[in-house]
């Protein structure tokens, strides 16, 4: 849901295909990506961003876990058994449209019989959070100028382990959208987002 709002509101990717609403088993995990988005150019090729999240307590495991999930969708070659190909199917039929140049670019993307089908790039949306050393305890006040301070000086060491697992999963020639979410508490924010759905654990 986060990564949802984040694609939506911030880089303007609408979702187009959700896992959620063609889920039947409340106790069965998701397959498949997180979700699915879209965007066209204005040349007129459209770009398919599949999207994965991982919440770790470190930011090592929710990188290298996130781009790991995120692989077999962009790097595996064509062809029907592909990972991503299970998506497209439901794209086909779920896909919820309002803009119409995405629209379009979307309807050549299924005409296989048309060379224009062709003009697609494989992209990735994905979203990490992960505890982070520079929250005070719950008893201690901050600034909240020092925390973006304290945040922006990890931002290289979470940037060396992004590449560095782009590079280890053959992504690094991938256009792959990321945000990093620093958390007091993994945990804390796990349960608190449990209990806000109605799930207690």
């Not at 959620?20 to 040349?43: I, N, P, S």
């Not at 994905?126 to 929250?135: H, I, Q, R, T, W």
């Not at 301070?149 to 060396?160: G, V």
Request: proline share 3%; aromatic share 10%.
């Amino acid at each position: 849901m986060l990564l949802f709002l984040l694609a939506e509101r911030f880089l303007k990717l609408p979702q187009i295909l959700c896992k959620m609403d063609l889920k039947t088993d409340g106790r069965m995990h998701y397959h498949g990506a997180d979700g699915v988005y879209a965007g066209v150019t204005k040349e007129g090729m459209l770009k398919l961003y599949w999207g994965e999240s991982k919440v770790y307590q470190n930011s090592g495991a929710a990188i290298k876990n996130c781009l790991a999930s995120l692989a077999p969708f962009l790097v595996e070659e064509e062809h029907e058994g592909a990972e991503r190909e299970r998506d497209l199917i439901l794209l086909s039929d779920k896909a919820d449209l309002s803009d119409p140049s995405l629209t379009q670019a979307l309807k050549r993307y299924f005409d296989k019989d048309s060379t224009l089908s062709k003009r697609v790039q494989y992209c990735g949306v994905a979203l990490v959070g992960f505890d982070a050393s520079f929250y005070p305890d719950k008893d201690v006040k901050a600034v909240a100028d020092e925390l973006a301070e304290a945040a922006r000086s990890e931002i290289s060491a979470w940037k060396t382990k992004i590449e560095e697992h782009l590079k280890i999963e053959k992504l690094h020639q991938f256009e792959i959208e990321m945000f990093c979410l620093p958390l007091p508490s993994a945990s804390e924010f796990r349960g608190a987002f449990l209990r806000a759905m109605g799930i207690e654990k």
